[in-house]
């Protein structure tokens, strides 16, 4: 006999931050940035500056400004490389190994799949995934990694002063 399991324990999916989110985000940037491919990490940190564009001087961020949002990049990675293997189940992203190892690019299906995206939040995502590519995805990888040094360098001094605030420390 099958197990009833009451609807207020069943575990429900949750789409934001989800693998289909991240996978959505991180299609949006390689159709934006046709033909460029890039690298896991790379992808990881497009990613968090698809949400928080506001912090880079872009459009409005599409997640509210919380502190220690920093430690989302903790979290990112598994999320993305989820959802590029989403992705790529449908023919939305291309992987391809070279001497620069695995990158990923939009695949064949990807922009008639982005140009379907109507709904508000959506669309403000891919406006966002299109100043992301624009503004970084020609950068060269030393001078991005600098950018993100520089970015990150402020959110790590937010996140101590938020944890120092909490401390009681003055």
């Not at 575990?11 to 931050?17: A, G, M, Q, T, Y």
């Not at 449908?90 to 190994?97: S, T």
């Not at 939009?106 to 100043?131: D, H, I, N």
Request: aromatic share 8%; glycine share 8%.
């Amino acid at each position: 006999m099958e197990e009833v399991i009451p609807h207020h324990e069943r575990r429900l999916p949750l789409p934001f931050n989800s693998p289909l989110e991240t996978g959505i985000r991180s299609v949006g940037v390689l159709v934006a940035a046709y033909p460029k491919a890039f690298d896991l990490q790379r992808l990881v940190a497009f990613d968090y500056l698809v949400v928080h564009t506001g912090d880079l001087g872009g459009p409005e961020s599409l997640h509210p400004d919380l502190p220690m949002r920093s430690a989302e990049l903790l979290v990112r990675r598994g999320l993305v490389e989820r959802g590029l293997l989403l992705m790529r189940s449908r023919g939305l992203v291309e992987r391809e190994a070279n001497a620069n190892g695995i990158l990923y690019r939009a695949g064949e299906f990807a922009e008639t799949f982005v140009a379907s995206l109507v709904s508000p939040y959506l669309v403000a995502l891919t406006e966002r995934t299109k100043w992301v590519a624009d503004v970084f995805g020609n950068m060269e990888q030393d001078t991005f990694r600098e950018t993100m040094r520089g970015a990150f360098g402020r959110w790590i001094e937010e996140f101590q002063h938020v944890e120092r605030s909490i401390a009681g420390e003055t």
